[in-house]
């Protein structure tokens, strides 16, 4: 063919998917073609916390065929993810492990965050491009097999984000004893739910929601037998249905709706997660979004110029979202705003000597505002709370990996003798921790420059030379207190980059 080709391949909890597609002269996504192939997956991972040898053997099989069919399409990029099943199987590195050297596919296994924040991407790409949404407060929400996210998008901004693990056949997989002990799955579910709800009622508490945005494949399937049309479903229209379904037996669904390769109690699931939501909401209508996972990571492989644009848009979201999350602890934000510009400032400057990349910058960003965050619970010990709140956060566009970055940037920011090699880092690799190191190096140091927390200094600059970096205060302020607390963080500083770094004040 005489175009470029791409393909993503889902390893997902109940059938392995791959979609291929290319982008036409008028830079339309155009799917060749869609092969779809059950396994149970999801169910065994869930119920047994292990993945056998005989799904390994299937999956195995499944992604030879699918290599044939990249063969006779030509295609030149394929990405192979995995979701819930096979992330939460305590055998997973193995599995992989096995897949990888027995048909040469990397898998990139996401994290839940990492699969929300893909969907969510798109949801708020398409909401941008439409004018009738300007201004709006909107929920967005998306149920996978193993977890629900909901995320508020207020006024062009993500206000928060939250990741409950209430996913469809994980819900189901939970209340399956129960199941077998009353009609009324749908009942049972709703009670199960109650106390999530109560959570939530507490993040929309006094805010005014305009639209109800949501996607996901048994919403999709429930809207077409709500309404042939699917795109949006009256609240009305909901009810009804759910009235009408609820109490029925898993036999009774099955021969009212004959529903196909989907079992009824995930629906019953859905039906009630999204029930509980609606009730927090309040809005009147549901808008169903045709987005799926694949659809989304194929945008960003075959527009890439396009979603490298949009992907630097996204991060200031996340930005504001995480100084949001900031303002619920309570947080100095003058001094956050401080830090962040001169953490900035020191790693635009030393980009010869530190090697990272804009995704570091972008790290040293969320951790600069949310280092001090801890004092909300104990000031004595804070930077161990700021590391808790933010390892149990739901922080969007951030994935594990990120977390424990971030987490521990802000746990180690104010502590003496720091050691990289100490019990909590000794799980990430050496280079991980080398990157955690040069971030907090610097985070510190752009602490150290509002110390007092009175913003003494108007304007900083740093010069860069071959033996030492100095940096530039300009100020008429008194600077004994940050003088002092950056001789003390400059030592390591300058065992992590081999430089001495000097503070200088200027005054105009």
């Known amino acids: 063919m005489d175009y470029e080709t791409s393909a993503v391949i889902n390893i997902a909890s109940k059938a392995i998917i791959m979609k291929i597609a290319y982008l036409?002269?008028?830079?339309?996504?155009?799917?060749?073609?869609?092969?779809?192939?059950?396994?149970?997956?999801?169910?065994?991972?869930?119920?047994?916390?292990?993945?056998?040898?005989?799904?390994?053997?299937?999956?195995?099989?499944?992604?030879?065929?699918?290599?044939?069919?990249?063969?006779?399409?030509?295609?030149?990029?394929?990405?192979?993810?995995?979701?819930?099943?096979?992330?939460?199987?305590?055998?997973?590195?193995?599995?992989?492990?096995?897949i990888k050297s027995r048909t040469k596919f990397n898998i990139d296994v996401l994290d839940d965050n990492e699969e929300k924040t893909i969907i969510y991407k798109q949801m708020i790409r398409i909401i941008e491009n439409d004018k009738n949404f300007k201004n709006a407060n909107i929920i967005l929400s998306y149920i996978g097999t193993g977890s629900l996210g909901i995320m508020y998008y207020l006024n062009g901004e993500i206000k928060f984000n939250h990741n409950i693990k209430v996913g469809t056949i994980k819900l189901a997989q939970i209340l399956k004893?129960?199941?077998?002990?009353?009609?009324?799955?749908?009942?049972?579910v709703d009670q199960y739910l109650r106390s999530f709800g109560v959570t939530l009622q507490n993040s929309f508490k006094n805010e005014n929601v305009n639209y109800f945005f949501i996607t996901g494949r048994e919403i999709r399937l429930i809207s077409k037998l709500i309404d042939k049309h699917y795109e949006q479903i009256s609240i009305n229209d909901f009810n009804t249905f759910i009235e009408d379904i609820k109490n029925k037996t898993i036999n009774q669904i099955n021969e009212k709706y004959s529903i196909i390769n989907e079992k009824p109690e995930n629906i019953l699931a859905t039906l009630a997660i999204y029930k509980m939501l609606l009730s927090i909401s309040k809005v009147n209508n549901m808008k169903i979004f045709n987005i799926g996972l694949m659809d989304s990571i194929l945008y960003e492989i075959l527009k890439r110029n396009e979603y490298t644009r949009y992907?630097?848009?996204?991060?200031?979201k996340v930005i504001k979202s995480a100084y949001y999350f900031g303002e619920?602890?309570?947080?100095?934000?003058?001094?956050?705003?401080?830090?962040?510009?001169?953490?900035?400032?020191i790693f635009n400057e030393i980009n010869n000597i530190h090697k990272l990349k804009q995704r570091d910058r972008f790290l040293l960003r969320i951790a600069s505002i949310l280092h001090d965050i801890g004092k909300f619970i104990n000031l004595k010990n804070h930077a161990y709370y700021s590391y808790e709140i933010i390892k149990a956060s739901d922080l969007p566009g951030l994935n594990i990996k990120d977390i424990e970055v971030v987490s521990n940037i802000a746990r180690l920011h104010s502590k003496n003798n720091i050691d990289i090699n100490e019990e909590t880092l000794k799980i990430l690799t050496n280079k991980e921790r080398i990157r955690i190191a040069k971030l907090l190096s610097i985070l510190r140091i752009a602490d150290a420059l509002d110390r007092s927390h009175t913003k003494k200094t108007k304007e900083?600059?740093?010069?860069?030379?071959?033996?030492?970096?100095?940096?530039?205060?300009?100020?008429?302020?008194?600077?004994?207190?940050?003088?002092?607390?950056?001789?003390?963080?400059?030592?390591?500083?300058?065992?992590v980059f081999g430089k001495k770094i000097i503070l200088q004040k200027v005054v105009k």
């Open 24 to 98: 036409d002269k008028e830079d339309n996504i155009i799917e060749l073609e869609k092969l779809e192939k059950p396994l149970n997956l999801g169910i065994e991972s869930f119920n047994t916390g292990r993945i056998s040898y005989e799904i390994v053997e299937e999956i195995c099989f499944i992604l030879k065929n699918f290599r044939n069919k990249l063969k006779e399409y030509g295609v030149k990029k394929v990405k192979v993810i995995a979701t819930t099943a096979l992330r939460e199987a305590k055998n997973s590195k193995f599995i992989i492990e096995q």
């Open 177 to 188: 004893e129960l199941n077998n002990e009353t009609i009324s799955f749908y009942s049972v």
């Open 311 to 316: 992907e630097e848009d996204f991060e200031e």
């Open 328 to 345: 619920k602890y309570h947080f100095d934000k003058i001094h956050a705003k401080n830090v962040e510009k001169y953490a900035l400032i």
């Open 460 to 495: 900083i600059d740093l010069k860069n030379t071959k033996n030492k970096i100095i940096i530039n205060v300009y100020t008429t302020e008194d600077m004994t207190l940050e003088e002092w607390t950056f001789n003390k963080k400059s030592e390591f500083f300058q065992e």
